[in-house]
């Protein structure tokens, strides 16, 4: 297996203790356990009825980029926090070993890492949905890398 952010990529199973309880994430993700702790924007969701949360609150939504750890790349809020729209569209995939596949260019777009809402399991990379393109959804974004100048 390749390696990935400078791990060897087994980091190894992150525990859930509940819906929207894992620990483990509560350093590097926003998601529906810990996305309401001081939420102070006037606009958010209801988060009152989410069961087995990790922390308590009852309004919860996006959050700054940067409240998390980076990865080993640097790069911040990778999990959580929205669903990042992916450039191709969901497709099966292939037994061999493929290097930056693309699917259809025209359809629902692929969509991964979970967000600020979602339970513990949806909080991971390997996790894709797809969404129509032409509709928004207040936990659908994408994210933004900028390269520093060198001095």
């Known amino acids: ?12 199973a992150i525990e859930i203790v509940g819906e929207r309880n894992a620990p483990a994430l509560d350093s590097i993700a926003w998601y529906g ?9 006037d606009k958010g969701a209801d988060s009152s009825k989410w069961e087995e949360k990790q922390y308590a609150h009852v309004k919860a939504g996006t959050r700054k980029v940067s409240g998390k750890s980076a990865n080993e790349w640097g790069l911040y809020d990778m999990l959580g926090n929205v669903w990042e729209w992916c450039a191709d569209s969901m ?5 061999a070993s493929v290097v930056d596949p693309v699917g259809a260019s025209i359809g629902s777009r692929a969509i991964r890492g979970g967000s600020w809402s979602n339970n513990a399991r949806f909080v991971r990379c390997a996790c ?3 969404y129509s393109p032409q ?16 001095p």
């Open 33 to 41: 356990g810990n996305s309401g702790v001081k939420f102070d924007l």
């Open 128 to 130: 894709r949905s797809q």
């Open 1 to 12: 297996m390749g390696s990935q952010a400078g791990t060897s990529g087994a980091s190894g």
């Open 135 to 150: 509709n928004g959804y207040i936990n659908l974004g994408f994210r933004l890398v900028r390269v520093q100048d060198q």
């Open 91 to 95: 497709r099966d995939y292939e037994a």
